[in-house]
């Protein structure tokens, strides 16, 4: 790996993900425009992720290490952010896909240095890459706005409006400077930590399609969904207690009743959409 630190740190946080991997690794490798490292982690995977990684090894713009068992994603995400040397940073998950140029397009955005998080609309598919929804995301938040706006419109929305690790980038500082990926809201991990940056500064959209999601049984069963909702109102409480200028307790009425409502449209989805997903 280069000694001079890169504009943009791509990390993957892997963990079982030996029939994917490879697409994710050569989706961000494929990119240019814009200087940039990857950086991937295993979770102590048992089905060869490891091995998949290591064709990688020989790039220059590579960097492959491991994250001890235990500690769920929160472990494994903190971990491979830690080794990030870049001003600005991307997670992407080790099943996901990101689109030519979108690394150097929300670079850009995040040229001006009040913007520190930018996120784009994604494809969600199935786990055999078909499409289940196409242009997805930014409901709502499609122009440049205060951070502490995109929050508030997210948790009134009762949903992640700016979609999952692939689809935003944010400044690095940012993100260490709120102490990294938060962990105390599990199944929000990804939007209760942008909403953090995103106090930091303002959010810029990239209105492009710029990443592919893979959806799995695993990730919409019921269970999910139900503590997902929970999990969620426990988020909004959060942001009220500790910033209170951001949500009003109208705003928190709101979203707490819209998060419950989205949790009952998952479940159904789940059910209609059950044998894709596996």
Same mark, same amino acid.
Request: proline fraction near 5%.
């Given at each position: 790996?280069?000694?001079?630190?890169? &504009?943009?740190?791509?990390?993957?946080?892997?963990?079982?993900?030996?029939?994917?991997?490879?697409?994710?690794?050569?989706?961000?490798?494929?990119?240019?425009?814009?200087? #940039?490292?990857?950086?991937? %982690?295993?979770?102590?995977?048992? $089905?060869?992720?490891?091995? *998949?990684?290591?064709? #990688? @090894?020989?790039?220059?713009?590579?960097?492959?290490?491991?994250?001890?068992?235990?500690?769920? @994603?929160?472990?494994?995400?903190?971990?491979?952010?830690?080794?990030?040397?870049? *001003?600005?940073?991307?997670?992407?998950? +080790?099943?996901?896909?990101?689109?030519?140029?979108?690394?150097?397009?929300?670079?850009? /955005?995040?040229?001006?240095?009040?913007?520190?998080?930018? @996120?784009?609309?994604?494809?969600?598919? $199935? %786990?055999?890459?078909?499409? !289940?929804?196409?242009?997805?995301? /930014?409901?709502?938040?499609?122009?440049?706005?205060?951070?502490? &706006?995109?929050?508030?419109?997210?948790?009134? %929305? +009762?949903?992640?409006?700016?979609? *999952?690790?692939?689809?935003?980038?944010?400044?690095?500082?940012?993100?260490?400077?709120?102490?990294?990926? #938060?962990?105390?809201?599990?199944? !929000?991990?990804?939007?209760?930590?942008?909403?953090?940056?995103?106090?930091?500064?303002? #959010? =810029?959209? $990239?209105?492009?399609? +710029?990443?592919?999601?893979?959806?799995?049984?695993?990730?919409?069963? =019921?269970?999910?969904?139900?503590?997902?909702?929970?999990?969620?109102?426990?988020?909004?409480?959060?942001?009220?207690?500790?910033?209170? *200028?951001? &949500?009003?307790? !109208?705003?928190? %009425?709101?979203?707490?009743?819209?998060?419950?409502?989205?949790?009952?449209?998952?479940?159904?989805?789940?059910?209609?959409?059950?044998?894709?997903?596996?």
């Amino acid at each position: 790996m280069s000694s001079a630190a890169p &504009l943009v740190s791509v990390v993957i946080p892997a963990y079982n993900n030996a029939k994917t991997i490879a697409e994710t690794m050569t989706s961000v490798l494929d990119q240019d425009g814009v200087e #940039f490292e990857l950086i991937v %982690a295993d979770h102590s995977s048992s $089905d060869g992720t490891r091995a *998949e990684m290591e064709r #990688f @090894a020989d790039d220059p713009r590579v960097q492959l290490t491991g994250t001890p068992s235990g500690g769920g @994603a929160p472990r494994n995400w903190n971990r491979v952010t830690e080794l990030a040397r870049g *001003e600005l940073i991307k997670l992407v998950c +080790g099943d996901d896909i990101l689109r030519p140029g979108t690394l150097a397009r929300q670079a850009a /955005l995040l040229n001006d240095p009040k913007a520190v998080l930018t @996120a784009c609309r994604r494809d969600i598919v $199935d %786990a055999n890459g078909r499409t !289940l929804m196409a242009g997805w995301g /930014l409901r709502g938040i499609q122009r440049r706005m205060p951070g502490a &706006l995109a929050v508030r419109a997210a948790v009134r %929305a +009762g949903s992640n409006l700016f979609g *999952e690790p692939a689809s935003v980038m944010m400044r690095t500082a940012a993100l260490r400077e709120v102490g990294g990926w #938060f962990g105390e809201f599990p199944y !929000l991990i990804d939007q209760a930590t942008y909403s953090q940056v995103l106090l930091a500064g303002d #959010f =810029v959209p $990239d209105t492009e399609v +710029g990443a592919t999601f893979r959806m799995s049984a695993s990730q919409w069963s =019921v269970a999910l969904t139900k503590a997902q909702s929970a999990q969620a109102r426990g988020f909004h409480h959060w942001v009220r207690q500790h910033h209170p *200028e951001v &949500l009003s307790p !109208l705003d928190l %009425a709101i979203g707490d009743s819209r998060a419950w409502a989205m949790a009952r449209a998952r479940r159904v989805s789940y059910k209609i959409l059950e044998r894709r997903m596996r």
